[in-house]
């Protein structure tokens, strides 16, 4: 990919990009092995690696956090500098057109809403982020992260003039982050369009994407991670699934079939209820299943190790500290039989592996998620011996 960012040295932060893509790919599945090798030793030697699943190499980021900077009159959508200094970046090849085409008229509306850009150095200012999500329809979210509700009456008022400049917005939010603080946003959300979810066409299941739960940023490998497990799943026929850290229900929705009991376990209220939302959608189109599929707002570890029953199967999707010991414990010693194991983070990939000696891993895949970094997504599939 040619980045003309990269090259002029304005941002380092696709830092592979001079390493050829194929390269990249081999290099990550060579670590991902060595890691778990290294880990688990000689159990590493059963394992059957699909070949890696490749992403495009750009305009393949359907979700943009960009910071805001500038001024009002003149502001910049991408990073910052080490001055803390707005660089903007809005031609960025990562981002599909119509996701790129959204940050022109998302500039213009700092301008005309008078939205000041955060000044992080001096610490004043309102706006923050924008953080835009593309669905596969067109659609777009968009939410605005501000350090407060000052500028919300603003915002409302030149609403109108938004959705007639950016025709494809389908949600806008007010995300509100009072702290001076190195995060991407606040707890309180304010949802200023009729429409408060964002529909993600993700083969036959439609997952409800609400302004604060977790999705990939890479649409066409997120697809192809979730046909994987669901294929894995259908090989085990397993008569119960947990989903556990199952965020908007996208591995628990596509494992849904006839005599299956599907459970999705999630911490997040908002994004159980955009689970359930799907659930529902997919049982008034007659899915089998789908009627009996269950979304609980729990944390995954104290829910599984308060359960008298055991299931067949549990996938586990863990942010990147992994599921740790005391999950993997309860998995070790809870006799369940198949375990898929979806992971953004190798290192704690391969320690949680090695917690579980009983759970041996037979299958793995490297999905290209996140190309011209040493980031990648990784899933494996356990049995127990």
Request: hydrophobic share 45%; charged share 25%.
């Amino acid at each position: 990919m040619q980045c003309a960012y990269y090259d002029s040295d304005t941002c380092r932060s696709c830092t592979l990009i001079p390493v050829p893509h194929a390269t990249q790919v081999e290099r990550k599945q060579a670590g991902l092995e060595g890691l778990i090798r290294d880990a688990i030793g000689g159990r590493a030697d059963g394992i059957d690696w699909q070949p890696a699943l490749l992403s495009a190499e750009q305009g393949f980021r359907t979700k943009a956090k960009m910071v805001v900077g500038g001024t009002m009159d003149e502001p910049t959508i991408g990073i910052l500098d080490a001055r803390g200094r707005g660089v903007d970046l809005r031609d960025c090849p990562l981002y599909p057109e119509p996701l790129a085409a959204s940050f022109p008229v998302l500039a213009r509306f700092v301008h005309v809403a008078r939205l000041e850009p955060y000044d992080v150095p001096a610490r004043r200012g309102e706006l923050k982020h924008v953080i835009v999500t593309l669905a596969p329809n067109g659609e777009l979210m968009a939410r605005l992260v501000m350090r407060s509700t000052e500028a919300l009456a603003r915002i409302r008022k030149h609403l109108p003039w938004l959705l007639e400049e950016l025709p494809g917005l389908a949600v806008l939010t007010v995300n509100v982050l009072p702290e001076h603080k190195a995060v991407l946003e606040g707890e309180r959300e304010i949802v200023l369009t009729e429409r408060g979810s964002l529909a993600m066409e993700m083969g036959d299941v439609v997952l409800h994407l609400r302004p604060q739960s977790f999705f990939q940023t890479n649409t066409a490998i997120a697809r192809g991670l979730y046909a994987q497990v669901a294929g894995w799943v259908d090989d085990a026929a397993p008569a119960t699934v947990w989903d556990l850290y199952c965020g908007v229900g996208g591995f628990a929705l596509h494992c849904i079939a006839p005599g299956r009991a599907v459970v999705g376990v999630e911490s997040s209220e908002q994004a159980v209820e955009s689970a359930r939302t799907s659930a529902e959608e997919l049982a008034r189109e007659g899915r089998p299943g789908a009627d009996e599929a269950l979304f609980v707002a729990a944390d995954a570890t104290m829910w599984a190790s308060e359960q008298e029953l055991v299931p067949d199967l549990v996938i586990v999707n863990p942010p990147r500290r992994g599921i740790g010991a005391e999950l993997a414990g309860w998995l070790e010693a809870s006799g369940v039989r198949t375990v898929v194991y979806s992971s953004c983070n190798a290192v704690t990939l391969a320690r949680d592996l090695a917690a579980m000696p009983s759970l041996a891993p037979v299958r793995g895949r490297l999905l290209d998620m996140f190309p011209h970094t040493a980031h990648y997504e990784a899933v494996v599939l356990l049995e127990r011996r």
